[in-house]
């Protein structure tokens, strides 16, 4: 196999307040292959945006992140300098946002919106210097006839846009929604990009026109080879869009694989939940499920499973650290899930409930736990600041590379 | 507490209690705020027992001519070019500067507010003609209006206080009409309406009650700039009589010694920075306190 | 509404500012106490003198007919003439309007200068010592009356400092530097009040724009923090100060007013005083409406600069 595309291991990010240290992303890993979708899906507030606001760096000072890796076609990102990083935002790797009214800037034309990123990342020879970009928004007031220009009219047309010439010239309050978000998909292509952020992209948009616009991303990934990383609350489009899902609960990755896996075999309970709370036509239910409790409160966010309050499987292990289970029998991909029901020694019950803990499960996970919490302190975690620290960092196993070749921790 | 301060609707004299509470936690938080509240206060101490705190009689031409300031003596501040003391003339000065500063505003403040509601509650042809007389206000400079008010009127502390507070009506007005619009849309007007309460009785129960946070921001900033009003007409010598100590007058008749006594124009003009200073403070305490943004885009 | 709708209603709205500030004043004018002809005659006059006087004035006709009369003649640009000496009001007014338009022009030209780049530097450097010195000094410019700045000028400088007069005016045929360095001290008075209130709506309106989606976008580009500052961020920033920033003009205005007087320039607002002192009612009306028609044409100006940044305006449509 391949290297990914993307390839993150142990993401954490926290943000200091006045109350204590929040933890918004904790401990995620993930990978995203060429030309794959791969969809986050989660509550809103479960961390799904900081997830992707840390992989390209666009936190503010406020934010600390931390990661063994995040590499991107080998380059590890949170090493690189912020030159370097700019080069790859916009282009390598661009978004999508949510709100394309706020998202869009409200006093530059359509046009320059878009020239701009093919400037700053295409090959059209023309000047990017801070100057250059200030006498053309502030003295020629426009880049109409350069290439970069042509280029955005071309992309506007790419994502279906009418009359792309005249809208080029155009402000964002002069069109509608829907074609103010096709305008930022054609934003994010005109970087030539291998990877496509989309976060929420069509949660501020009507119903209508929500189908048009995914499919609008999907078709133009697939025909330009593009990877996405989907991130979004809605299960439906989930089930459509994405080759491979992670479920975020309480900035923490519950369960991760093949879109098929997690909605036919849902492992966690909160996926159960979830999936339970999906309404269905052919449904035979009185009542759609609802999950009781609320969500934990993420700052300082005691260890264990965040999800044990709302669980009704919830057992005595669960207050242990949680360590990534691979689910033997999944066809397709690889299918993970941070679930102590799943340790070997533990017995389940047909309902799914937990009928003994033997000596061995308590064993055999303080054993996991000791392996991972040595690779911690090994300096596997370290400051987004300290590269010296994480050159090495490529070459050290990662927890699953250890569940993969090793076995020697005796959990599967 | 007594029990004025724990009415039903947790409400003291129509202020919510929560902005009581809000702005007492944020002068606990700010230094700056708490820098504004002890400045206020003193000044409002120093101004309200001038009489019962000032050393000597303001008007009495009790000692020699432009002496400068010296602790030790009798006259710590200095004197006048009539032998005047200092000290005195500009504790009594706070009276009026302060007490013309507040006056001007609340005379400002209950017009406009009357305006905005009714202009706001009513609307139609009421709000056309209320806001476009206000929007002509606007489009005029304040010194103006305020000269030519007290030249009309004369001098006097009542003509100054509604001189300078003229030129506020539109800030108050429009803060409460576009308030008073944007409850109107809410539903629990339609609520109080459904219920059957009168015009009267939802302006005063409901919409006033909201308006309450952005007026008093507003009402403090506006303090702050009637003072530096007030001290302008009176060094043009058309505030109070030139007799009345007033900071902005002392500060006039000191200019005519600057050179020989530097102190009869500074002074003043120092405890005049150092108030507005302090209200200025203490109005953005509230508006951090209050939520109240300071430009509105569009 | 499209720019040409709205450049119209502005201009239209203009017309009646001008208009109603004329009627204002006509009517607060002559309701000040004291009859002029009494007043030019002084002393003990006999009733006939002051009737004949009086003719002469206009002053015996009817309220109304007064107005009109009046009006017509400003339309033509005639502003009467001064009870006092006689001579056209406009005349005098030019004469002395030299002074106080440009040191208003300079205060605003340096309070713009100082105010806008340092309330972007306060607002990207939030919480930091810049911040906190920029917020500091704009604090003390809008709590000090711009007059005693003047004071506080000429006896720290105008001590120390030979080559800057704090006296007097001298005009701008006599050479730039002359007229620069006369006009300097009083400039900044009338100036830094000014730019407090710039520098502290600048300041807040961009930090409400650096946590825009927008700017977000941009970083997500790849642009340089600097581009994304200046090229997304800063006319977004300005709409809204842009407006505040004309209305506020009256400040300048009003501080140019004492300022002149600490600087014994013969400008706009010694005579104005002077008039009101001498109750020269044609003077009087005069300057005031040349004040506010310099306030509604600094803000038609404003207008057409707030129709530039803003597109929402200028191409109307949308919501």
């Known amino acids: 196999m391949t290297d990914p595309l993307l390839d993150v291991r142990g993401l954490t990010t926290s943000f200091e307040t006045g109350q204590g240290r929040l933890t918004a ?14 969809g986050v899906v989660g509550e809103s507030g479960s961390g799904k945006s900081v997830t992707a606001l840390s992989v390209m760096r666009l936190l503010d000072d406020a934010g600390t992140v931390e990661a063994d890796e995040v590499r991107f076609k080998g380059t590890d990102l949170l090493s690189v300098s912020e030159s370097e990083m700019r080069s790859i935002r916009g282009g390598e790797i661009s978004m999508i946002f949510q709100d394309p009214m706020t998202s869009l800037n409200p006093v530059m034309t359509i046009g320059e919106q878009i020239a701009e990123v093919v400037r700053h990342h295409g090959d059209v020879g023309e000047r990017t210097g801070f100057w250059s970009e200030m006498r053309r928004k502030y003295v020629t007031g426009t880049s109409e006839g350069s290439r970069s220009w042509q280029r955005a009219v071309e992309l506007l047309e790419t994502v279906g846009i009418p009359e792309p010439e005249k809208r080029a010239t155009e402000y964002p309050h002069q069109l509608s929604g829907g074609m103010r978000q096709r305008v930022v998909i054609a934003q994010a292509l005109a970087g030539d990009p291998s990877l496509i952020i989309a976060d929420e992209p069509t949660t501020a948009l009507d119903v209508s026109i929500e189908a048009q616009i995914l499919n609008e991303i999907l078709e133009l990934s697939e025909e330009f080879g593009i990877s996405v990383l989907l991130i979004t609350h809605d299960l439906g489009v989930v089930r459509e869009t994405c080759d491979r899902v992670a479920v975020m609960y309480a900035s923490e990755f519950m369960e991760t694989g093949h879109v098929n896996d997690i909605f036919e075999d849902p492992h966690h309970p909160y996926t159960e939940g979830l999936l339970a709370s999906i309404p269905r036509i052919a449904d035979e239910r009185e009542w759609l499920s609802v999950i009781e409790g609320t969500v934990p409160d993420l700052i300082d966010k005691p260890s264990g499973c965040p999800f044990r309050d709302r669980c009704d499987y919830a057992f005595e292990l669960c207050d242990r650290p949680l360590v990534e289970y691979e689910i033997e029998g999944s066809a397709l991909e690889t299918h993970t899930v941070r679930c102590h029901r799943e340790n070997e020694h533990v017995e389940v019950d047909d309902s799914g409930h937990v009928e003994s803990v033997p000596d061995e499960a308590v064993a055999a996970l303080e054993r996991r736990i000791e392996a991972e919490s040595a690779r911690d302190a090994d300096g596997g975690v370290s400051p987004t600041a300290d590269a010296s620290a994480r050159a090495d960092g490529g070459s050290r196993p990662s927890p699953a590379a250890d569940a993969e070749n090793g076995g020697d921790h005796g959990e599967y | ?67 400068a300031p010296a602790l030790s003596s009798e006259t710590p501040l200095g004197t006048d070019s009539f032998g005047r003391d200092l000290l005195s003339r500009l504790m009594y000065g706070a009276r009026i500067s302060l007490g013309v500063g507040l006056g001007a505003v609340l005379f400002g403040a209950i017009t406009g507010v009357l305006l905005g509601l009714v202009a706001g509650f009513y609307g139609g042809w009421v709000d056309d003609l209320l806001m476009r007389s206000v ?45 008073v619009l944007s409850i109107r849309e ?9 219920v059957g309460l009168g015009d009267l009785e939802i302006i005063f129960e409901e919409v006033f009650p909201n308006t309450v946070a952005p007026i008093i921001v507003q009402f403090t900033v506006l303090v702050a700039r009637a003072m530096l009003a007030e001290a302008t007409l009176s060094f043009l010598g058309l505030g109070v009589k030139p007799s009345t100590p007033t900071w902005g007058s002392l500060l006039g008749q000191g200019r005519d010694f600057i050179t020989q006594a530097w102190w009869i124009s500074i002074l003043p003009g120092v ?28 | 509404m499209g720019l040409r709708e709205y450049l119209l209603k ?43 006087l009086r003719a002469e004035l206009g002053l015996n006709q009817p309220l109304y007919i007064q107005y009109f009369r009046w009006l017509r003649r400003l339309l033509t640009g005639d502003l009467g003439e001064s009870i006092r000496t006689g001579e056209p009001v406009l005349g005098s007014i030019v004469q002395v309007a030299g002074p106080t338009l440009s040191i208003a022009a300079l205060g605003m030209v340096i309070a713009l200068v100082i105010a806008i780049p340092t309330g972007i530097i306060s607002a990207v450097k939030r919480y930091e010592i810049e911040d906190y010195l920029s917020t500091t000094i704009a604090f003390f410019g809008i709590s000090m009356p711009a007059f005693w700045i003047g004071i506080v000028l000429v006896l720290v400088i105008g001590v120390n400092v030979e080559s800057i007069p704090t006296f007097g005016y001298t005009p701008i045929d006599e050479g730039i530097s002359p007229w620069f360095r006369s006009i300097l001290l009083p400039s900044f008075a009338v100036g830094f009040p000014y730019g407090g209130i710039l520098m502290r709506m600048m300041r807040s309106s961009m930090l409400e724009v650096l946590n825009e989606d927008y700017m977000r976008t941009a970083r997500a580009k790849g642009l340089s923090s600097n581009l994304v500052l200046f090229k997304h961020g800063l006319q977004n920033a300005l709409i809204p100060v842009v407006t505040l920033a004309g209305i506020f003009l009256a400040v300048v205005l009003g501080g140019v007013v004492a300022v002149e007087i600490v600087f014994g320039i013969r400008g706009l607002g010694r005579l104005l005083i002077g008039s009101i002192n001498r109750r020269d009612f044609p003077l009087i009306q005069g300057t005031v409406l040349l004040i506010a028609f310099v306030f509604v044409l600094a803000n038609i100006v404003v207008d057409l600069l707030y129709t530039m940044i803003n597109p929402r305006i200028k191409y109307g449509g949308g919501d």
């Open chain 1, 25 to 38: 992303v904790d401990d995620i890993t993930f990978q995203i292959e060429e030309g794959e979708v791969f």
């Open chain 2, 1 to 67: 507490m007594s029990s004025r301060f724990d009415t039903e609707g947790g409400r003291i004299f129509g202020v919510r209690t929560d902005l009581v509470e809000q702005f007492v936690n944020t002068v606990r938080r700010d230094l700056k705020a708490k820098i504004g509240v002890v400045i206020v206060t003193l000044f409002l101490l120093a101004a309200i027992f001038a009489p019962e705190l000032a050393p000597y009689d303001p008007m009495a031409q009790d000692f020699a001519p432009l002496q």
């Open chain 2, 135 to 179: 929007d002509v206000m606007w489009a005029f400079p304040w010194l103006l209006i305020a000269i030519m008010l007290v030249s009309i009127f004369g001098q006097g502390v009542w003509n100054v206080i509604i001189a300078v507070g003229f030129a506020y009506i539109d800030d108050f007005a429009r803060i409460t009409r576009g308030e």
């Open chain 2, 186 to 194: 809410e539903e629990y007007m339609l609520a109080a309406e459904s």
């Open chain 2, 271 to 298: 405890l005049i920075m150092i108030t507005v200073l302090g209200i200025n403070l203490f109005g953005d305490a509230l508006r951090d306190a209050f939520d109240v943004r300071e430009v509105d885009s569009e």
């Open chain 3, 10 to 52: 502005r201009l239209v709205h203009s017309v009646f500012v001008m208009l109603f500030v004329v009627t204002v004043v006509f009517a607060a004018v002559r309701s000040i106490p004291g009859d002029p002809a009494r007043l030019m005659l002084g002393g003990d006059v006999d009733t006939a003198t002051l009737e004949a």
